[in-house]
């Protein structure tokens, strides 16, 4: 036996090309996912944007993939959600205390925006690509469509978010 060979055997998590295909069309979906998710936050001057989402999403279709090609359970696959969700709940936390020293509470959307990239990338880590994709477009139009209503129906809110994002 050669030296490669241990080296070789290192390497076979993808063991042929179909696999390999497969696994690289999941993680660059959940990256281009969350990629647009992130331009939307990034477009509204909000912190975590682009590389934030991408990352957020990508990860969580990771933790999903590893197990699977481990051959673990669904069940045991469930309390790797289990661990993402708080893993993120972590993160979301943290957008929101950064936010300014006013009184009113900000980057609870930031929070949630994370919180639903993680999901968009489980969801493509599952191979349920369709599935994420309409989340995607779910959640852009509650982000934008939905921004234009709520400033509509409190202009103050508006001020507000133009001025935070002069800052």
């Known amino acids: 036996m050669h030296w490669w060979s241990g080296i070789l055997n290192d390497f076979s998590d993808l063991p042929d090309l179909t696999r390999l295909i497969q696994i690289t069309f999941r993680l660059t979906v959940a990256a281009g996912l969350g990629g647009v998710l992130g331009l939307e936050r990034e477009r509204a001057g909000k912190s975590a944007g682009l590389r934030t989402h991408m990352l ?17 359970s ?22 929101i205390l950064k936010q300014s020293d006013e009184a009113k509470v900000e980057g609870l959307t930031t929070a949630a925006g994370l919180w639903l990239t993680a999901a968009v990338g489980i969801a493509a880590g599952y191979g349920r690509e369709s599935t994420a994709i309409l989340g995607t477009f779910l959640a852009l139009i509650i982000l934008s469509a939905f921004q234009h209503l709520a400033d509509r129906i409190d202009p103050a809110e508006e001020k507000r978010s133009k001025k935070s994002k002069e800052h």
């Not at 957020?56 to 051959?71: C, D, R």
């Open 74 to 95: 669904n069940s045991d696959s469930s309390r790797v959600i289990q661990g993402i969700v708080s893993g993120i709940g972590f993160l979301g936390a943290g957008a």
């Open 56 to 72: 957020v999403s990508l990860g969580a279709a990771l933790f999903i993939v590893i197990p699977q090609q481990s051959g673990l």
